[in-house]
């Protein structure tokens, strides 16, 4: 943990330097390129000393499959290649340490490594294997139309934006900052122009930057304050289980669960500053014409608290693992792609029981909660104390549920998990089930998402 922190720190300084010093107008893309890539492999080395070998050989296997591979399949063999080493790698953590988490656990990084791999990958197929027509708005503005070059690829993988704790990007946006178009491109993205600027706009990330160490800091202050105080074991404590009351084991599962996400916070928020302070993450012009610096933001806080659905709490929690999960997964899958898009994730995080739990968990509680949504709704959107009452009441829910399907991921073994379950009597699987079969929802087929898709590029392209 000192590591990856001086190393973030460190690499925030660097970050400055870089945009400062190495700018797209005071060095070329091939000595940003080799700046990036070489801090990047240092941090590794320095973080996670041998253990960052692992690092390099996924990279420079997946390299090789880019390389040699048809285009046809070269998105599934590095599919399977990587996801296929990182789950070797968390195999490893599993029956060698025992469930413990390594003081040099390159894990995280792989993980991210294996995101960029695979979304490359996809992208790289999307731009040469098929046709415009068989892609949606969104995989043709990502699709890359040529294999990078060594040091593009390695640049992509291991800068040291990145190398520690992410976040994934795709790789044209990438591309774009070290080549010094990834400001105008933007801005041309969102019409700068009617946003009331007559010239080229050059907006700074500094103040961005700022705004999110204050996060960083506050997280911090919470993660040593609160986090330890508030253990999650403790809810399947014998004595705690046999003095306290059902409500209010669920009102500390929430207190408990609080006080685990200061760590996320830190981590990812510090990791946004870092490639904001290196000018890359600018994604626009908001409504009242402010610049937006959250490309790359993994994250939305006052969505997460206040969220009234299931599906709002996801999309703004790791909210790049979402992306990606919805690009290599969800929207390329034939059939049951909630479904499918859950077990990738619990596979990506690792082979821990509890993640298991968690994400199957989170496929029956999604979709009970779409069903009570598509179905219950609109009943309540008739009048503003209707509607006001509609959202405290599924706030509170969503709160819970999230509590209660989170749980075992932070336990990961299966005996406290199942302690945990059968202490607060399985309750949220069983409602669930009850509200699938009692309001049933059809899932949605792959040829109907694409038709909505073929409707949406035709959309655009009319405009």
Same mark, same amino acid.
């Given at each position: 943990?000192?590591?990856?922190?001086?190393?973030?720190?460190?690499?925030?300084?660097?970050?400055? =330097?870089?945009?400062?010093?190495?700018?797209?107008?005071?060095?070329?893309?091939?000595?940003?390129?080799?700046?990036?890539?070489?801090?990047?492999?240092?941090?590794?080395?320095?973080?996670?000393?041998?253990?960052?070998?692992?690092?390099?050989? &996924?990279?420079?296997?997946?390299?090789?499959?880019?390389?040699?591979?048809?285009?046809?399949?070269?998105? !599934?063999?590095?599919?399977?290649?990587?996801?296929?080493?990182?789950?070797?790698?968390?195999?490893?953590?599993?029956?060698?340490?025992?469930?413990?988490?390594?003081?040099?656990?390159?894990?995280?990084?792989?993980?991210?490594?294996?995101?960029?791999?695979?979304?490359?990958?996809?992208?790289?197929?999307?731009?040469?294997?098929?046709?415009?027509?068989?892609?949606?708005?969104?995989?043709?503005?990502?699709?890359?139309?040529?294999?990078?070059?060594?040091?593009?690829?390695?640049?992509?993988?291991?800068?040291?934006?990145?190398?520690?704790?992410?976040?994934?990007?795709?790789?044209?946006?990438?591309?774009?900052?070290?080549?010094?178009?990834? #400001?105008?491109?933007?801005? &041309?993205?969102?019409?700068?122009?009617?946003?009331?600027?007559?010239?080229?706009?050059?907006?700074?990330?500094?103040?961005?930057?700022?705004?999110?160490?204050?996060?960083?800091? #506050?997280?911090?202050?919470?993660? &040593?304050?609160?986090?330890?105080?508030?253990?999650?074991?403790?809810?399947?404590?014998?004595?705690?289980?046999?003095?306290?009351?059902?409500?209010?084991?669920?009102?500390?599962?929430?207190?408990?669960?609080?006080?685990?996400?200061?760590?996320?916070?830190?981590?990812?928020?510090?990791?946004?500053? #870092?490639?904001?302070?290196?000018?890359?993450?600018?994604?626009?012009?908001?409504? !009242?014409?402010?610049?937006?610096?959250?490309?790359? @933001?993994?994250?939305?806080?006052?969505?997460?608290?206040?969220?009234?659905?299931?599906?709002?709490?996801?999309?703004?929690?790791?909210?790049?693992?979402?992306?990606?999960?919805?690009?290599?997964?969800?929207?390329?899958?034939? =059939?049951?792609?909630?479904?499918?898009?859950?077990?990738?994730?619990?596979?990506?995080?690792?082979?821990?029981?509890? /993640?298991?739990?968690?994400?199957?968990?989170?496929?029956?509680?999604?979709?009970?909660?779409?069903?009570?949504?598509?179905?219950?709704?609109?009943?309540?959107?008739?009048?503003?104390?209707?509607?006001?009452? /509609?959202?405290?009441?599924?706030?509170?829910?969503?709160?819970?549920?999230?509590?209660?399907?989170?749980?075992?991921?932070?336990?990961?073994?299966?005996?406290?998990?199942?302690?945990?379950?059968?202490?607060?009597?399985?309750?949220?699987?069983?409602? @669930?089930? &009850?509200?699938?079969?009692?309001?049933?929802? !059809?899932?949605?087929?792959?040829?109907?998402?694409?038709?909505?898709?073929?409707?949406?590029?035709?959309?655009?392209?009319?405009?």
């Amino acid at each position: 943990q000192i590591n990856f922190v001086a190393c973030q720190l460190f690499a925030l300084l660097a970050a400055f =330097w870089f945009r400062i010093y190495l700018s797209p107008s005071h060095a070329s893309s091939a000595v940003r390129h080799a700046f990036a890539t070489l801090f990047g492999i240092y941090f590794a080395v320095f973080c996670f000393g041998w253990y960052s070998i692992h690092l390099f050989v &996924l990279v420079m296997m997946s390299y090789g499959i880019m390389n040699m591979a048809s285009i046809p399949n070269i998105h !599934r063999y590095s599919f399977v290649v990587a996801m296929g080493y990182l789950t070797l790698c968390h195999i490893s953590r599993i029956y060698i340490f025992h469930y413990g988490i390594l003081t040099t656990d390159f894990s995280g990084p792989l993980m991210i490594i294996t995101q960029k791999i695979t979304t490359l990958a996809c992208q790289l197929h999307d731009g040469i294997g098929r046709q415009a027509e068989e892609l949606t708005a969104e995989q043709n503005r990502l699709a890359v139309k040529s294999r990078p070059s060594l040091l593009e690829y390695l640049s992509y993988l291991l800068n040291f934006m990145s190398i520690i704790a992410g976040p994934c990007s795709n790789y044209k946006d990438y591309i774009a900052f070290i080549e010094g178009r990834h #400001v105008h491109m933007k801005l &041309l993205e969102v019409n700068w122009k009617q946003k009331g600027y007559d010239r080229l706009p050059d907006p700074s990330p500094t103040g961005a930057v700022m705004y999110k160490l204050c996060i960083t800091l #506050v997280s911090l202050i919470l993660f &040593l304050t609160l986090t330890k105080n508030f253990p999650m074991a403790y809810i399947i404590d014998n004595e705690f289980l046999d003095k306290t009351p059902f409500l209010s084991r669920l009102g500390y599962l929430y207190v408990v669960t609080q006080a685990a996400k200061p760590k996320y916070y830190f981590a990812w928020t510090l990791a946004d500053a #870092v490639n904001n302070a290196a000018g890359y993450g600018f994604s626009g012009v908001d409504e !009242r014409g402010t610049f937006r610096w959250d490309l790359l @933001s993994n994250l939305n806080i006052w969505n997460i608290e206040t969220a009234t659905s299931f599906k709002m709490y996801i999309e703004n929690w790791n909210i790049q693992t979402a992306a990606w999960l919805k690009r290599v997964c969800y929207d390329r899958a034939p =059939w049951y792609p909630t479904a499918l898009t859950f077990i990738l994730s619990a596979l990506w995080h690792g082979i821990y029981p509890g /993640y298991y739990f968690t994400f199957l968990t989170g496929i029956l509680i999604t979709l009970a909660a779409r069903a009570i949504r598509n179905n219950c709704r609109h009943y309540f959107l008739s009048s503003v104390p209707l509607k006001i009452a /509609y959202h405290i009441v599924t706030w509170a829910v969503t709160q819970l549920a999230v509590c209660y399907t989170v749980a075992p991921f932070v336990m990961l073994a299966v005996e406290p998990t199942i302690k945990f379950y059968k202490s607060v009597y399985f309750h949220m699987h069983i409602l @669930s089930i &009850l509200v699938l079969l009692l309001l049933p929802i !059809r899932p949605q087929t792959h040829s109907v998402r694409r038709a909505q898709n073929q409707a949406m590029l035709n959309s655009i392209k009319s405009k």
